[in-house]
């Protein structure tokens, strides 16, 4: 199965300006069932004896459990976003492999002098507290830098 990505792209020449990042949520049929299918289960646990004196709308009212699958659809593009780690946009693949953004010293295939030192570099998500892979990742890369500097 293919699963459009995202995109990111440079606004402007200017190092600090910041890129137009295009995550591209909600663009597949699969996240689009999965997401109705939740706001639906989401209704029915509100509506529940134990909660529906407890919660009146999981969705302030403005979709309701009678709302079309694409009223559905609608509303969740409008109000979703995420708060997770940006993670995997920039994924890091063994030396010599024509797959992946970065060769393993975290440098930019075809680009002098830029490394990425982020949770973007993983080619997949770990499955666990991403702060301490990012850590390690930061870490080795300090290394790295150091070693080319000639630091000992």
């Not at 509303?75 to 010599?96: D, K």
Request: aromatic fraction near 8%; proline fraction near 7%.
């Amino acid at each position: 199965m293919t699963v459009p990505g995202g995109s990111v792209q440079l606004k402007t020449a200017k190092a600090f300006d910041p890129p137009l990042i295009n995550p591209n949520y909600l663009n597949h049929d699969f996240d689009n069932a999965a997401v109705v299918t939740a706001m639906r289960d989401a209704f029915k646990f509100v509506a529940s004896p134990e909660f529906n004196s407890l919660v009146g709308s999981p969705f302030e009212n403005l979709v309701t459990p009678n709302s079309t699958d694409g009223e559905l659809l609608t509303y969740a593009r409008n109000v979703s976003s995420t708060v997770n780690h940006g993670c995997c946009t920039c994924a890091m693949s063994p030396w010599g492999a024509t797959s992946g953004v970065l060769d393993p010293d975290l440098r930019i295939k075809k680009v002098e002098g830029v490394r990425v030192v982020d949770a973007s570099v993983f080619p997949r998500i770990p499955g666990f507290f991403i702060a301490g892979a990012v850590y390690m990742v930061a870490e080795k890369a300090a290394d790295m830098i150091l070693e080319d500097a000639g630091a000992e």
